[in-house]
């Protein structure tokens, strides 16, 4: 049984918010706008954690406040409370089972990939509910909004910190539509890729370059590069006999299969890292995230099969 805390002790808890706030800008003002509290609010908060105390935590300085001494030995306190509550509620977010498993990962993948895999996950495990969330260009795993991820990882990560799952590769490959293919003659190799317009990825744009030179071509090429924000834009140009894309993951298997895409030179291009899944280290067990990267693993498992 945990002691009891004597909160009387403690100035009123409301009132630490505001205290908080404006000692992280180190303005009333600036606080009073964050909280959407009006100035006087704000400087009431202050005073009532001042009187409780018997102290003063902002001392005037020409038309600015700043900390006094003993503000600036409260602040950290305060801070590591909020910050402890803010962990515990998002602990408790992560293990509600009523709550949606929260799945980042990116635009492409979600299209080309995961989406086309969710509707099965959820008719065989109807008690999940399932929230995808993507994201264009921030390729770190968020822990704090979503539970688990499939996201690409140049380098494995820290295993005390995340549990990782790798899955596929990150290897290059070019891609393009079998018109512009034919385009190329019989059998073109890397140097003729590059008399085409080459579709790059702004985030990106290096790949086209880390390729060539991994075929051993010098990489000039004599068309200007056809620039968009996401590889699912680009595959969507390379469908549409726009240029030649550059794809790193699992993402036109079905294209390729289809005859929609071909590949117009076989070599690829295998860098470091790979794709794959990664949750908190601490909440691998969660019924809720493991449930869903076991059955993405092994749904992966028997395509390879």
Same mark, same amino acid.
């Given at each position: ?84 509550? @803010? *962990? ?7 293990? &509600? $089972?009523?709550?949606?498993?929260? !799945?980042?990962?990116?635009?492409? +993948? ?124 680009? @595959? *969507? ?7 030649? &894309? $550059?794809?790193?993951?699992?993402? !036109?298997?079905?294209?390729?299969? +289809? ?47």
């Amino acid at each position: 049984m945990h002691p009891k805390i004597d909160l009387r002790q403690l100035p009123p808890l409301k009132a630490l918010k505001g205290f908080e706030a404006a000692t992280r800008h180190q303005s009333i003002r600036d606080a009073a706008d964050e909280l959407c509290l009006t100035h006087p609010a704000v400087s009431h908060q202050v005073q009532l954690i001042e009187d409780a105390l018997g102290v003063s935590l902002f001392a005037q300085e020409g038309r600015h406040i700043v900390s006094t001494e003993e503000g600036r030995v409260l602040y950290p306190y305060v801070r590591a409370a909020f910050e402890s509550l @803010l *962990e515990g509620v998002e602990e408790v977010h992560r293990n &509600a $089972l009523g709550k949606p498993l929260r !799945v980042q990962t990116y635009v492409t +993948a979600s299209i080309r990939w995961l989406a086309k895999r969710v509707p099965q996950f959820l008719a065989d495990h109807p008690e999940i509910k399932l929230t995808l969330n993507t994201c264009a260009v921030e390729w770190e795993f968020d822990d704090v909004h979503a539970d688990v991820g499939l996201v690409y990882c140049a380098s494995e990560p820290d295993s005390a910190k995340y549990h990782w799952v790798p899955l596929y590769e990150y290897a290059l490959f070019p891609v393009c539509s079998p018109t512009v293919a034919a385009t190329l003659g019989v059998h073109p190799t890397a140097h003729d890729l590059m008399t085409k317009p080459l579709v790059a990825i702004y985030t990106e744009v290096q790949n086209w370059e880390t390729w060539f030179v991994s075929a051993g071509v010098n990489f000039e090429p004599s068309v200007p590069y056809l620039m968009v924000d996401t590889l699912a834009v680009a @595959l *969507e140009m390379a469908l549409n006999g726009e240029g030649i &894309a $550059l794809v790193n993951g699992p993402f !036109v298997e079905q294209d390729i299969v +289809a005859g929609r895409l071909v590949q117009p030179v076989s070599h690829k291009a295998v860098c470091p890292g790979a794709w794959g899944l990664i949750c908190r280290a601490d909440m691998k067990e969660n019924l809720r995230i493991r449930t869903f990267m076991d059955w993405v693993t092994k749904n992966v498992e028997e395509g390879r099969s």
